[in-house]
């Protein structure tokens, strides 16, 4: 089985001129859920069916509220994406 493995711990962006990016809702929702998306459509052109690994940034797991959660509604690709 292959996977992929999109971005390991990432970080939540520029801090310094957006300190809202702290909160990992906030740095998901705006920085990594749109480069997810990106990403799942490019390595669906061209591998339609391997697993797709993501994360948020990594102290979102400590907390649950909107803006303090991973700012992922849904996984990249969208809902025809979550058994891949």
Known sequence: ????????????????????????GKA???NL????DHLNM???SVDKNTLIFYE???WSVFLSSQEA???FSTVPGGPESVSR
Do not use: C, F, K
């Open 1 to 24: 089985m292959h996977i992929w493995q999109l971005i390991n711990e990432p970080w939540a962006g520029d801090i310094y001129s957006r300190p809202s990016l702290l909160l990992p």
């Open 28 to 30: 998901g929702r705006d």
């Open 33 to 36: 859920r749109p480069l997810y």
């Open 42 to 44: 490019a390595v669906r």
């Open 56 to 58: 948020p940034v990594t």
């Open 69 to 71: 959660g991973t700012g």
